[in-house]
């Protein structure tokens, strides 16, 4: 009976670390995660509530009415989201940026979001880095930096309808910065031309290591 009790009590003991090794495996691309934001923070949601976080810039470099707009679904929760269709805007160019970031104290950075493509008819939005913008929240200044494109590929989407979950993006490398590093979602598209809906949520920098 001792031997049946040990034998079970090992096979339990073993089984635990299994499950525990494979939990941390699953989690290992995203430690330690030193910046998020699921916009689940924002009060106010719907269409014309433009997200405004204590930090971030949310600008229309072309001086057009539309802005990332905070919304939110029961099956999804809140996210940022952004589309040229029915504007009339013919040259939408929006930027959603991060407060500044610190990479002084971090090693091997990067970057990953959720993200969702609707009405596909071209990708729309890129992700570009700068260290030098200073975060003033207007055309100008985002003109006056120097940024970076990190030529992000979103291959998910549909082109009639919305897709039914997130996708992920790749695991993008951001080792090559330092200092305060800004991140930047762009949307670039017209209401007659490329005018993908784009849901873009939980925005995560980690080290990758």
């Known amino acids: 009976m001792k031997n049946i009790f040990k034998l079970s009590f090992l096979l339990l003991a073993v089984g635990s670390v299994a499950i525990s090794c494979t939990e941390d495996e699953e989690m290992a691309p995203f430690k330690p995660v030193f910046f998020s934001e699921t916009f689940e923070g924002i009060e106010n949601t719907g269409n014309n509530q ?13 001086g057009g009415a539309e802005r990332w707009e905070a919304l939110y679904r029961s099956d999804s929760g809140q996210y ?13 160019d929006t930027w959603l940026i991060t407060s500044a970031i610190d990479f002084e104290q971090t090693e091997n950075e990067a970057l990953i979001f959720s993200y969702k493509a609707g009405f596909h008819n071209g990708q729309a939005v890129s992700v570009l880095v700068s260290t030098d913008y200073d975060g003033s929240n207007t055309a100008q200044a985002i003109n006056n930096a120097t940024w970076t494109d990190l ?37 670039l598209g017209s209401s007659a031309g490329t005018s993908t809906t784009y849901q873009i949520d939980n925005i995560k920098l980690f080290e990758n290591k």
Do not use: C
Not at 84 to 89: C, P, S
């Open 151 to 187: 030529e992000v590929v979103l291959p998910d989407f549909l082109t009639n309808g919305y897709p039914t979950s997130f996708s992920l993006s790749k695991v993008i490398d951001l080792s090559q910065f330092s200092g305060n590093v800004h991140v930047a979602f762009r949307y």
């Open 50 to 62: 433009y997200i405004a976080i204590d930090g971030w810039s949310n600008v229309s470099l072309n």
């Open 80 to 92: 940022a989201q952004l589309a040229a269709f029915g504007t009339g805007e013919t040259n939408m």
